[in-house]
């Protein structure tokens, strides 16, 4: 029998994936991991480099190994890249997994990164690359989710909460 996350966190880039994460973890009585930490482990570089010296399409590759590696090894709350469910072979593994899609709009986007040049995909126009990248990945975040969580003007806490509530989980 192979393992199962107990939870698996969806959604864009500086939404909280990665505090949610070790939240939910935490009071779930599970470990946390995070398939963007374990890309950079294994390749001795940071995702921006790799996007940088390889190109996205080599990232996306790298990342889909990365995903369902952690999909088939880890049994706590998994956390996955912003990006990952570009994949159709991905979206489908996710099917019957409990992911949460953690939500958020501009603004907040705004107050959380800073929509700074470190995130190689909004690196000319932040804002207007941040809109065109929701507007394309939004109905793929929902489609995967068994829940959605809107993280605007929560605090990590009451999103954690929030997240619980929606799976009916119990907490350990």
Known sequence: MTAM???VLV???GVGKSTVGRQLAERLGVGYRDTDDDIVAAEGRTIAEIFVDDGESAFRAIEKRAVYTALAEHEGVLALGGGAILDA?????LA???VVYLSMDVEEAVKRTGLN??????????RKQWRELMEA??????EVAAAVVPTDGRTPEEVTQAALDALELKEA
């Open 96 to 98: 019957g997994h409990r």
């Open 137 to 142: 990945r939004r109905h793929l975040y929902e």
């Open 5 to 7: 996350p107990a939870v």
């Open 89 to 93: 072979d991905t979206r489908a593994v």
């Open 11 to 13: 959604g864009p880039m």
């Open 117 to 126: 040049a470190a995130r190689p995909l909004l690196a000319v126009n932040p």
